[in-house]
Structure formats: structure tokens, C-alpha cells
């Protein structure tokens, strides 16, 4: 058995609430044979582009224990569910068991985004203040021979 780290997308108007979500992630898990550490939401937010015509997305992190063999079948079922619309899932060998429970209750209590939010960091190189590393100087230029010979 490995740990594993998924983050699932959720339809915001299939899932009013967090316990419909929790009862969707537990199915998935069951399904699997896979045993849920823990799980929080994350986020709900506007999309970057539609997903099954929908704009917003419901984000749950979820950290689990589940054979290898058995992921392929928690990403089907992920599917053919009309609950979750996406869902990345990565192994998560290098987390420890206090790190999943400070990632996973710290999100669900209202702690920051770590990321950026709706429409933070779009044009962040672009709006940003130059920094002495963007000043390369002058520029040389460079003779190129382009006769045949």
C-alpha cells in the first residue's frame, strides 16, 4: 500500500455541501479498497475555461492509502461520476502524517491559499515592478555571414 495525494474537482451544484463531498470521496475510496487519511476542501473557484459547461469547480484534497493497481480504477470511477468533474492523483511517499493533517484541516479552517487567487498571478511577470536581475545591458550585435560560398 502507498499514499497517494489527490485533488479532485468537484461540481458545485451536485455538491452543496462538504458532506456530500466526503460521502462521494468515501464511495470512491470503498469502491478502490483504498483507506482515506484525510481529506478537506480546498478552494471554490471560477475556472480558466469550462469544464462540461461548467465555469466554477468545488477543489477537495484528499490523501489516501490504496494499492498501486488500484488508482486506475479510482480514476475511472472518477469518470463516470457527475459529482467530480477532473481529478489529478500523484504519490505522496514523501508526506509525512503530520503534514497531511496540517494540509488538509488548514484549508478547511479558512487558512490562506498557497496559490494565487481567481485573477492573482495571471499577469504577474508583466505587472510586476523590474527587478535589478531583468537589467541585462546592451545588447551586442552579432555579424552573420549569409554569403554562399
Not at 451536485?14 to 458532506?19: K, S
Not at 466554477?56 to 475511472?76: N, Q, T, W
Amino acid at each position: 500500500m502507498r499514499t497517494y495525494e489527490g485533488m479532485f474537482l468537484f461540481d458545485p451544484a451536485v455538491t452543496t455541501d462538504w458532506d456530500s463531498i466526503q460521502k462521494e470521496l468515501d464511495r470512491l475510496m470503498e469502491r478502490a479498497g483504498a483507506r482515506l487519511i484525510a481529506s478537506g476542501k480546498w478552494d471554490e473557484r471560477r475556472l480558466a475555461y469550462e469544464i462540461r459547461g461548467h465555469k466554477r469547480g468545488v477543489y477537495a484534497l484528499a490523501y489516501f492509502e490504496a494499492d498501486p493497481s488500484k488508482v486506475a480504477s479510482i480514476e475511472r470511477d472518477v469518470q463516470l461520476s457527475e459529482a467530480i468533474l477532473r481529478c489529478l492523483v500523484v504519490r505522496a511517499d514523501h508526506v509525512s502524517a503530520e503534514q497531511i493533517k496540517e494540509l488538509t484541516s488548514g484549508r478547511a479552517a479558512g487558512a490562506p491559499s498557497v496559490g494565487y487567487g481567481e485573477d492573482e498571478g495571471r499577469h504577474r511577470a508583466r505587472d510586476r515592478e523590474p527587478s535589478k536581475a531583468d537589467d541585462v545591458g546592451p545588447v551586442e550585435a552579432i555579424e552573420v555571414d549569409d554569403r554562399e560560398d
